[in-house]
């Protein structure tokens, strides 16, 4: 990871309103800079329309057909079409002239400013550039080293949550037809935690919400661990439809973010030009890895409650037809130390009363989360506990109640339906050998960490990532990055040139796709794609602009040609290629929930998949009930001196794309080298605010640093601090992971401050 000095980096100080007109001022300098005036103008009208194409960023639901505005996306989308559709273009000229040393040297915002990819590209062992290879040898030498490996199980196969459905169908297919089940996915990074606890506790690893159950029917939202104002910035728009209904919301955040407090709405007037509206009508500033204790503090209130008055607070109906394991989940709480609340959840027994008083007088609740309960070592727990929290009064399966998962990429929930997933259940095993004909792999493979394990440890030959940028998305940046120059290939299939690229294997490609906003023409003629959104809607995306480079191949069409290139015509690589239907017509038979998928996907905002705990209170567990469980507090245990930081994404940023240096809502410019840390504790380290620090990470193997970092004087909790990955990736053990999950615990990593050693 390169370091980049913090010098030039101006602190404003956070704000407290969302979007409003500077974010639309924003979104169109940044698409007229990239795309110019006509190209803008046809792309963002195309955007989250029902004809056009589904926005490459975050996963956040499209409203019903027909209930869409002309200009359906945020700053955050608008910044991502911008960044994919630029006119910028990236070809062999510029890698004649960019050795792979000069392209190390730039970060990771800067490599990805060159533009778009145009042609396939190779790297020759000990070779200092890439040069042009053409598509049929690509193809013929990834297909040859994954014939010349031992074992099947020597590949590993990466896909980022911006695949497509048909994309990620077609890549598990040629990983299983090959022999292995190494199914590495961002999910592993992400959503992990939410998948593993709810799929034991509920039957099902997904949330089980609709839009329509905040806009329309929920009395009260509680967001947790999630930044909806960056993250999924059209979220605000919804909870504001919920407020103007008369909806409260709880949030609770280590940090103030400005889109928990008040969103100025872009879509209308009184956006413009009023104050915005409140939107948090309860704030708890909770410690980073506090939200377990929290949840658990809540749920003993509530049964406190209902002991003092019987039959008023849970819903014993729901508990005793539905539900087990209530009797010792209730033990448990109440064996629970209110110190020990207070202390792990930096809350106050009455600010968790405060929170079970607005539960109490609501009668359906919907739980949003995201990466700031899935990344840490009892992330599992803690969404049990949220479970436990639901059940109590019944807030599943029923209108407006449920959890909420919010999910970071466009279709990271769509590859996992897909079978993007290290250890499918065998009822997905064999129907997809059933219909192909072929012999499925049942031993489970490598998630994310295992893979880089596996790199490390030399047990890999061959690496393929679909999209993404594994290097910085991981954890453990300098383990990880030797890792990868371990592997004997690396391919990667990206639109734009990013740090994967050039910390590669000892042979790398690069193979150059086409993007989601691009035409995808085939040889029955203009294909369209499908993904799923958060809230398990399944819907076509179709490409409006003209490729960025007449070389440029679909996912679909790279992935089918590997196939060709290694099994000949076997499973009907060609002709799913040039005629997306048979792919779809394949997970029809295979996939559950996708019967007659041609037809239903034709909708206009096309069809919702099965939730059986929502649908019908049906609970696919092992004693097919929802279950009660019993998490230990479990807290991080955090030496004198030190502090627990979480990573956070900036403003200008989607996962390991950075768009620009400025973090508008937290009140940077300039500058990502930041950590932000309270007042107090910065002076009680002899710190002020603008020193330049060192972070230090402790972990059982040794320490791990990350260099020169300006220190922010920021209003999060005693205690606690956060700085923006993937430069605060170096910092995470690999081996610190979730349990159950191994999901990396990115946002409690136990650190120290020192004054910055020279670099
Ligand atoms: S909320 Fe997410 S999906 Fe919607 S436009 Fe913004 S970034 Fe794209």
Redo the contacts with the bound molecule.
Sequence with gaps: MVDHASDGIEVHGPESVAVGRVAVRLSMTRALKEMGVARSARTLTAM?QVDGFD?P??A?PDPQAGERSHAE??E??AK?VSWEATRERVGRAFFATHSLEQLRAESDHELESHGRLTEPMYLARGASHYVPISWDDALALCASRLREMADPNRAAFYTSGRASNEAAFLFQLLARRLGTNNLPDCSNMCHESSGAALTETIGIGKGTVSLEDITDHTDLIIIVGQNPGTN????LSVLEAAKRRGARIVSANPLPEAGLVRFKNPQRARGLIGRGTALTDLFLPVKVNGDLAMFAGVNKILLEREEATPGTVIDRDFIESYCDGFDEAREGLRDLAWSDVEEASGLTRRQIEAVATEVMAARSVIVCWAMGITQHRNAVATIREIVNFLLLRGNIGRPGAGPSPIRGH?NVQGDRTMGIWEKMPDSFLDRLGEEFNIEVPRAHGYDTVDTIRAMRDGKIDVFFALGGNFVAATPDTAVTESAMAKVGLTVHVATKLNRSHVVHGEEALILPCLGRTERDLQASGEQFVTVEDSMSMVHASHGRLEPGSPHLRSEVAIIAGLGEALFGADVGWRAMAGDYRLIRRHIANVVPGFTDFEERVANPGGFVLPRPPRDSRTFDTASGKARFTHNALDAIQVPEGHLILQTVRSHDQFNTTVYGLDDRYRGIEGGRRVVFVNEADLAARGLADADMVDLVSVWDDGERRARSFRAVAYPTLRGCAAAYFPEANVLVPLDSTAVTSNTPTSKSIVIRLEAAQPT
């Design positions: 989250n926005c960023s975050c956040w996306f945020c955050n989308g991502a999924h910035p059209r979220m466009s």
